[in-house]
């Protein structure tokens, strides 16, 4: 029963490498969403996905792309990554009885 | 959405009882009330929902008065491992599209020995 699966755990880009963050799903939840989390603060939404094949903006989506490869699967994409993405990245899925969350994505850009 | 008030931070001592109150003066007919618990370097995870009354489970109890503009989540006997960020989120979860919560800030409780 694994719940919402993030990988990888922790990385370091230099300034304007490229990634993809990988979220997986079990729950056969419908929502899906990136959200991030900077020191002392609360989530901020990235992106989300109401469903398979559409995505929508959140609060913070400069700098990001998405992609929801099917009901399982949400990946967040740095195209060119900065210092001020340095965070730590949550994705979560939900249904009626509320949002369940991976353990993160620990990302510095140096 | 509904807009979230709560206090920044608490303090308690293990073994009492803690409250935490959640102001949402818009909440809207179809919204829930739900609270989320988060530890250092892990992703929040719920604890409790509710719409109307009190609702209990075995790790906290939920109480909304009638007029449903405040919340207090209650954790009885809190121990040193309770030391986490409680958020209050309100939204209408019985729609199918996505919920779009918005994380305040939340309460940070400490536990103190």
């Known amino acids: 029963n694994a719940g919402v699966t993030q990988t990888p755990k922790f990385q370091v880009l230099k300034t304007g490498q490229s990634m993809t963050l990988q979220c997986a799903q079990d729950?056969?939840?419908?929502?899906m969403y990136w959200y991030r989390q900077d020191p002392g603060m609360g989530l901020r939404l990235i992106y989300y996905?109401?469903?398979?094949?559409?995505?929508d903006k959140g609060e913070v989506p400069n700098g990001y792309n998405v992609s929801r490869l099917n009901k399982r699967e949400f990946s967040l994409r740095l195209e060119s990554a900065a210092p001020s993405q340095t965070s730590v990245y949550f994705c979560?899925?939900?249904?009626?009885?509320?949002?369940?969350f991976g353990s993160g994505t620990r990302l510095t850009v140096v | 959405l509904a807009k979230t008030t709560q206090p920044i931070s608490m303090d308690s001592y293990e073994g009492q009882e803690v409250n935490i109150t959640c102001s949402h003066n818009?909440?809207?007919?179809?919204?829930?009330i739900t609270w989320y618990q988060q530890f250092p370097s892990q992703g929040p995870r719920f604890i409790i929902q509710?719409?109307?009354t009190k609702v209990t489970n075995e790790v906290a109890s939920l109480f909304i008065p009638a007029d449903r503009k405040s919340s207090t989540l209650s954790l009885p006997r809190v121990s040193l491992s309770d030391t986490a960020v409680y958020y209050c989120?309100?939204?209408?979860?019985?729609?199918?599209?996505?919920?779009?919560?918005?994380f305040g800030s939340g309460t940070q409780l400490t536990v103190l020995p």
């Open positions: 996905s109401a469903s398979e094949g559409t995505t």
């Open positions: 729950m056969n939840h419908n929502s």
């Open positions: 979560a899925s939900s249904d009626m009885g509320g949002y369940t």
């Open positions: 989120l309100v939204g209408d979860i019985s729609s199918g599209s996505a919920r779009q919560l918005t």
């Open positions: 509710g719409y109307k």
């Open positions: 818009n909440i809207a007919t179809n919204d829930y």
